[in-house]
C-alpha cells in the first residue's frame, strides 16, 4: 500500500478515530447501495412493466410509454402495473448492495495494488474495472429474483407474487431456469453499471471543479448527484437498452428441449434486429434516467448519514 493512501488513512482516524473503518465500512456502503435500489427500482415497477410488456409484444403495445399505461390498465385493472413489485424491490436490494458496495471495495483495492497515484491516473479503468467487478457478483444475486419478475409480468396468471413464481419455476423447471438469463443478464447488467459509474464520476468530476465540495451544502450536493445520476443514467440506458430485450425475451418462456442458452440468444438477436432491439428506449430512458438520478441521490445521503464516508476519492 503506498505511503500516501497510508498518509490519508492516519490523518481521516486522528480526526475522527471512531470513523468506520474496514468491514464496517464497507457493510454501511453495501445497505446505502441496497437501499438506494431497493426504493428506486420498486417505485418504478409500473414503467418496467410497460416496457417489458412493449419488449415482448410491440404489435399489441405500439403507442408508447403513455398508451401502454392505459392499455395494461384497461385491460387488467390498475393492480396489473404493480406486477412483480415483490421479486423487483427484493432482487434489487441484493443487487444494490453488491453493487455499491463491491464498487467501493473494488475501488479500494485497485487503489492498493497500483498505488494512489497510479490509480488517480488511470481512474477512468479503475472506474470500469470496479464498477464490471461489483456488477459480475450483483447478477448472481439478482438472475433469479428478475426470471421470477419477467415471468409474472409477460403472464400475469403464471402465480401470485415472489413466493408463489420462484416456487413454481424452481419446481417445474429445476434451478438452471432462473440462471438461463445469466449470459444476457451480464451483457445488459456490466456495460450498464459500467456506463453508469464512470458517467457519474465524470460529470461530478467536472462540477467539482467549478465549485468547492467542502463549502457545498448537503443539500447542493444531493442536486449534483441527481443531476450527474440523470445524465450517467441516460448513458448507461442507451449502451445497455438491446441486450435488455433479449432478457425479456429469453425469460419469457423456456427453451426448446435440448437448446441452449446460446442458440436461443442468436435466434432472438436475428429475429429483433437493431430496430427490435430498440422497443420500448423512450420508457427505459425516463426510467433509468430517473431511477439513476434517484440511485445516487439517495446512496449519497444515506452513506453520510452513516457516517460511510472513509472511501478514497480519486479524482483531481
Known amino acids: 500500500m503506498s505511503a500516501k493512501i497510508e498518509a490519508i488513512k492516519a490523518k481521516a482516524v486522528a480526526a475522527d478515530p471512531t470513523k468506520p473503518q474496514g468491514l464496517d465500512l464497507y457493510s454501511r456502503f453495501a445497505f446505502a447501495g441496497a437501499v438506494c435500489c431497493s426504493i428506486t427500482h420498486g417505485a418504478l415497477t409500473p414503467v418496467d412493466v410497460v416496457k417489458t410488456r412493449i419488449q415482448l409484444d ?3 403495445y405500439n403507442r408508447g410509454l403513455i398508451g401502454g399505461f392505459k392499455q395494461v390498465i384497461s385491460k387488467e385493472g390498475a393492480g396489473a402495473v404493480w406486477t412483480g413489485f415483490g421479486p423487483t424491490a427484493a432482487g434489487y436490494f441484493l443487487q444494490g448492495a453488491f453493487k455499491f458496495g463491491g464498487y467501493e471495495f473494488f475501488k479500494q483495492q485497485s487503489i492498493n495494488l497500483l498505488g494512489y497515484e497510479t490509480a488517480s491516473q488511470n481512474r477512468t479503468a479503475v472506474y470500469l474495472a470496479s464498477s464490471a467487478l461489483g456488477e459480475f457478483f450483483a447478477d448472481i444475486a439478482l438472475c433469479p429474483l428478475e426470471a421470477t419478475r419477467i415471468r409474472l409480468v409477460s403472464d400475469p396468471t403464471f402465480a401470485n407474487g415472489l413466493i408463489g413464481g420462484f416456487s413454481k419455476i424452481l419446481k417445474n423447471e429445476g434451478i438452471g431456469a432462473f440462471y438461463s438469463g445469466f449470459g444476457p443478464i451480464l451483457f445488459k447488467q456490466v456495460p450498464y453499471t459500467m456506463a453508469k459509474f464512470v458517467v457519474f464520476e465524470k460529470v461530478n468530476e467536472a462540477v467539482y471543479k467549478t465549485v468547492d465540495k467542502a463549502t457545498t451544502s ?8 441527481l443531476g450527474s445520476g440523470l445524465v450517467a ?5 442507451v449502451v445497455s437498452q438491446p441486450a435488455d430485450t433479449m432478457l425479456s425475451k429469453i425469460n419469457k418462456t423456456k427453451g426448446l428441449p435440448g437448446e441452449g442458452t446460446t442458440s436461443r440468444l442468436i435466434k432472438i438477436a436475428k429475429e429483433l434486429g437493431l430496430r427490435g432491439s430498440y422497443a420500448g428506449i423512450g420508457a427505459r430512458l425516463f426510467m433509468v434516467g430517473t431511477l439513476t438520478a434517484g440511485q445516487f441521490a439517495i446512496y ?3 452513506k453520510k448519514a452513516l457516517g460511510a464516508t472513509g472511501g478514497v476519492e480519486i479524482s483531481k
Open 218 to 225: 448537503d443539500g447542493m450536493q444531493t442536486v449534483i448527484n
Open 300 to 302: 449519497g445521503d444515506i
Open 58 to 60: 410491440p404489435v399489441t
Open 233 to 237: 443514467g441516460m448513458a448507461a440506458a
